[in-house]
């Protein structure tokens, strides 16, 4: 009860119950509510769930295997396209031929 004279301590209301109480009596939850000891409980230990921190090295990284198997390229072969244009495959990049102009293909 806080109808008496407490030196140093003043009179509150408990911000759960609604009771008139001493202020020294009283205690600070965690939502910054001034309660009384009857209303105050912990914060629940779901508000801060473990982080999960995820594993980010493959144990064995390997590169991806298309589903078809890439068909390999005869680089002594010449391709004819259209217009009398051709591109040519060997050893060095290869240089398209259009009307006897040569451009390397980057």
Known sequence: MADHFVPGTCNTIC???GFKVKRS????RWDGYVV???AWHPRQP?????QIIPQTVVPDARPMVPDEP?????RSAVIHFYDGAALQFYDGPA???YGGETWPII
């Open 25 to 28: 009596e009283c205690l600070v």
């Open 15 to 17: 911000d759960v119950t």
């Open 46 to 50: 779901q508000d801060f769930p473990p």
């Open 95 to 97: 240089i398209q031929y």
């Open 36 to 38: 009384t000891p009857e």
């Open 70 to 74: 890439v068909p390999q390229v005869d």
